[in-house]
């Protein structure tokens, strides 16, 4: 069960509402970097509560119920048109700050899965591994998955000739070949065609 440690060591510090930020999908060739922020009540109890990755589909839908229930969040995103013009990585910073602008109690500090935090108004601490070790972190982690995966199904019943539904935008074969054999859609990120020989716009 991961231990409430950051949290405690910045309430502490006299921090009254702090924020676990996290994101989902820098590495897919198409749809939304997406992120979230999550407040996480004082007494929030789940054992179950982990990194997304290391958690079924099944269990993450279900976290993201309880947590979306019981917890202060935001989830915010930056599009394939601002990844190609921002970089993946300015863009990453882009959607998690609009999702820490977008709670709708404000945090007054943030705990930040990774190394890098720009552009914040707020104070911060990054945590490489966050995902794993800081409960905030996690939850965030969880719901940005969710709702990028969720994102997906629904560019599969737009664009059902990718098979979004299965790797989820991934640089797979099969969604290599597609784009290759395709083109591109209009939510695929070009400046990460590459491979296909599509340069940024």
């Not at 279900?62 to 019981?70: M, P, Q, V």
């Not at 404000?106 to 707020?122: E, K, Q, V, W, Y």
């Amino acid at each position: 069960m991961l231990e409430f440690t950051y949290e405690r060591e910045c309430r502490e510090a006299g921090y009254a509402s702090v924020c676990g930020i996290d994101e989902a999908g820098r590495g897919p060739l198409a749809g939304n970097v997406v992120a979230a922020a999550v407040i996480l009540p004082c007494g929030f109890f789940s054992p179950e509560l982990n990194d997304s990755k290391k958690l079924s589909e099944k269990k993450r839908e279900a976290l993201y119920e309880i947590i979306t229930r019981e917890a202060v969040y935001a989830v915010a995103w930056a599009t394939p048109a601002e990844i190609d013009r921002l970089n993946i990585l300015n863009a990453t910073m882009l959607a998690m700050n609009r999702a820490v602008a977008a709670l709708p109690i404000p945090a007054d500090f943030a705990l930040i899965d990774g190394n890098t935090a720009r552009g914040f108004s707020i104070p911060v601490k990054t945590i490489v591994g966050g995902d794993a070790k800081c409960p905030s972190i996690a939850a965030a982690s969880i719901l940005a998955k969710v709702t990028r995966d969720r994102q997906c199904r629904e560019l599969d019943l737009r664009y059902p000739e990718y098979g979004f539904a299965r790797h989820k935008g991934y640089p797979t074969k099969e969604h290599r070949e597609r784009v290759r054999t395709l083109g591109p859609c209009p939510e695929h990120r070009r400046s990460f065609l590459s491979f296909a020989g599509y340069e940024k716009p």
